[in-house]
């Protein structure tokens, strides 16, 4: 796993050597929770390692509790 920040993005990047099953059913948890919160994400198998990459910004980290 590592993490850099872009001005204005915290970016995420995890490997893994699990599988990787894509879930017919639409909108599982996982997925709800990265299309709320993130800018963008995507999950992607190559040989045996599974990568998950996300972005966050900043600014609507700022807002969480605020409202």
Not at 4 to 25: A, M
Request: aromatic share 10%.
């Amino acid at each position: 796993m590592h993490g850099f920040f872009i001005t204005g993005l915290i970016n995420v990047v995890l490997h893994d050597d699990g599988s990787y099953v894509k879930n017919k059913k639409q909108g599982g948890l996982g997925s709800i929770l990265f299309d709320t919160f993130a800018k963008d994400w995507d999950i992607t198998r190559d040989k045996e390692k599974t990568t998950l990459r996300f972005s966050v910004e900043t600014s609507s980290l700022n807002k969480i509790g605020k409202e």
